[in-house]
């Protein structure tokens, strides 16, 4: 059986138990700190806003991020290709100069 840690995180006020691989821990603590950094930045430019509604900008913020990285990730083996091709066309070019 995997070794399991707990830990708690404090995502704004509220505190999150986890039980985690190990190896987890470290990206479970950014993720807490980076939620509370972008909820910071939202609280200071809405001061009279909801704690929900500073919440719903937070998880669109990060919704966006990861479907920028998906779009990303999709693009990568195209711009492999392409980077392949260019070589490839680089090389000729070079062989009959």
Request: charge should be neutral; aromatic fraction near 8%; proline fraction near 3%.
């Amino acid at each position: 059986m995997d070794s399991k840690q707990h830990i708690t995180l404090q995502v704004g006020a509220h505190h999150l138990a986890y039980n985690i691989a190990p190896e987890l821990e470290e990206s479970y603590r950014k993720a807490a700190v980076l939620l509370n950094q972008r909820y910071d930045f939202y609280r200071s430019r809405m001061p009279k806003a909801s704690a929900e509604l500073v919440w719903v900008y937070v998880a669109l913020e990060v919704g966006l991020n990861l479907c920028d990285d998906s779009r990303k990730k999709n693009i990568q083996p195209i711009l492999e290709r392409v980077q392949a091709m260019n070589q490839k066309i680089e090389q000729q070019i070079n062989t009959e100069l």
